[in-house]
């Protein structure tokens, strides 16, 4: 029982990879097989001296297949069970075989991406070395130039969805599950950016509308992520870069902007909705990132929350 529980345990991490998990039930398979073999050559061997002499042949070849003449019911018992533990020991070292031939093979390739994922690393270095710093300046009113203002707001209105679609439109089947967390959280924010600048509340509404989409898609990839890496280990790390990076926090903290643009927008959002994904954010990431008087957005929701409060 301990060793089938043990056996379930590590199915998390053998079904990351598909010739991994080939192997491991490979493995499972053939384990089974001689567990079962080796456990009735105990049985037989228990009762072969009650049986008799004339009925041992028939006995041990309805149970162990067809018996050499030349050889001894005891003798062709152990030599049976010496066949079924090599049976055991040759697949489990094909499988090594093939997991060492895996990683060897990945070690080779570490630093090849597929098209998806290089797709997904430039757009995001598009979207956060780029377009996010003049986003954020002109947020902050660093430029005085009403001509750059407008110059600036134009870039983002016209760049920021393209680059939303360019992360989105990446499929999932071309990403490792990681690369697949960057793509639906990193494609929040230049829908956020496009909401943000846009002065048509239709497009407010929809930019906004995918935001919340794309951002509850990734939360619920990082909490997957964050269940399985806790019963399993994990070589590429994933649960370590989740919680060092923030990645959870910071994606939550996306998602209440995108909620409040749409909920001042009269879109389907509310800013009860803000205020639940704001409380699920750890306390040291709002004192870095103070929802009040970070974003205007989160700023009027909390305003109006507060008005709410004030006339109850």
């Known amino acids: 029982m ?15 990879n598909p010739l991994a998990f080939v192997a491991y039930v490979a ?17 037989l061997m228990s009762k072969l001296d009650h049986i008799p002499s004339e009925d041992r042949r028939n006995v041990l070849e309805i149970q162990m297949g067809p018996m050499p003449e030349h050889i001894s019911p005891k003798d ?15 697949t489990v070292c094909g499988a090594v075989v093939m997991l060492f031939a895996m990683a060897t093979v990945r070690a080779g390739n570490s630093g090849n991406l597929t098209v998806g994922e290089e797709t997904v690393v430039k757009t995001k270095a598009d979207i956060f070395d780029k377009l996010y710093p003049q986003y954020e300046r002109l947020r902050k009113g660093e430029y005085a130039d009403p001509e750059i203002q407008k110059s600036v707001r134009s870039k983002i209105y016209d760049e920021a969805p393209r680059l939303a679609d360019q992360m989105l439109l990446v499929s999932d089947q071309q990403l490792d599950f990681g690369y697949e967390i960057l793509k639906y959280s990193y494609a929040t924010l230049p829908l956020i950016m496009a909401a943000s600048v846009s002065t048509h509340s239709s497009e407010k509404k929809d930019w906004s509308d995918q935001a919340i989409i794309s951002s509850k898609k990734a939360l619920a990839l990082l909490e997957h992520a964050k269940d399985m890496l806790k019963n399993s280990k994990d070589p590429r790390g994933l649960y370590k870069w989740i919680l060092e990076d923030s990645a959870i926090d910071r994606t939550r903290y996306y998602l209440a902007i995108a909620l409040a643009i749409n909920a001042k927008e009269n879109g389907d959002a509310s800013v009860s909705q803000v205020l639940e994904v704001l409380n699920d954010i750890t306390p040291n990431y709002k004192r870095m990132y103070p929802p009040a008087s970070e974003d205007p957005h989160l700023e009027w929701a909390l305003k109006q929350l507060a008005l709410k409060e004030e006339g109850r």
Request: glycine fraction near 2%.
């Open 76 to 90: 062709y018992l152990e030599l049976k069970k010496r066949q079924y533990l090599l049976f055991g020991f040759l």
């Open 27 to 43: 493995v499972v398979i053939a384990w089974v097989v001689v567990a079962v073999k080796v456990s009735t050559y105990k049985v």
């Open 2 to 16: 301990e060793w089938f529980k043990a056996v379930l345990q590590q199915l998390p991490t053998a079904a990351t």
